[in-house]
């Protein structure tokens, strides 16, 4: 099958909608990133016309997503620089389908952040 049998792309005047697409396709089957056509570097820096913009496209997305992969939950999220996890210099919205029999479910973005790992010194 090709790409085209299993995503859509979506548009506006002010965003895209794609496919997220990585090393191993499965591990984010059905994830969708906006990105803004303005490329700006962060979600701080989006316009009110551009958060209107990816609202239309979330949730139109989302009923794509809702009807093709019938999804428990969602993740929805922003990296917002690297020590954030951001691996590309613009900003983009990811829209993560969930399902409850995922080895992960039940745990939502902030799950490995609250590692005890993760804690600072001093807090």
Not at 1 to 6: E, F, G, L, N, Q
Not at 106 to 122: A, C, H, S, T
């Amino acid at each position: 099958m090709s790409k085209a049998d299993y995503y859509l792309d979506f548009e506006n005047e002010y965003c895209i909608g794609v496919p997220s697409l990585n090393k191993n396709p499965k591990t984010l089957i059905g994830s969708y990133v906006i990105i803004p056509k303005s490329h700006v570097k962060s979600p701080f820096d989006l316009s009110v016309e551009e958060w209107l913009a990816t609202k239309d496209l979330m949730d139109r997305i989302k009923s794509y997503i809702d009807e093709k992969y019938k999804p428990d939950g969602y993740n929805l999220g922003w990296n917002v620089g690297a020590v954030a996890g951001q691996e590309v210099e613009y900003a983009h919205l990811h829209i993560i389908p969930r399902y409850k029999d995922e080895p992960y479910a039940g745990r939502g973005i902030r799950y490995w952040l609250k590692q005890d790992e993760n804690i600072r010194p001093g807090t």
